[in-house]
């Protein structure tokens, strides 16, 4: 499934951080929605698709069907 040129893009940055600690810090989510600025935080990586769905119904009012796996960047050369 191809963005068509009309469509809307929203953009996230999502970094993934390991906490300072003994042995092995626990990880951090942090996740930027682009277009507004808000941010986010979590403990747990799959809380991330909960997460994106909630910011973009938000924004858009809207209730998002489900997703896809459309392939990788690399793929999509």
Known sequence: MALSPEGQVESFLVRVVREPGEGQGAWRIQMRHIQSGDCFHCLDI?????????????HHGAKLQGYERTGTEKESR
């Open 46 to 58: 799959q809380e991330l698709p909960a997460l994106l769905r909630q910011v973009l119904e938000r």
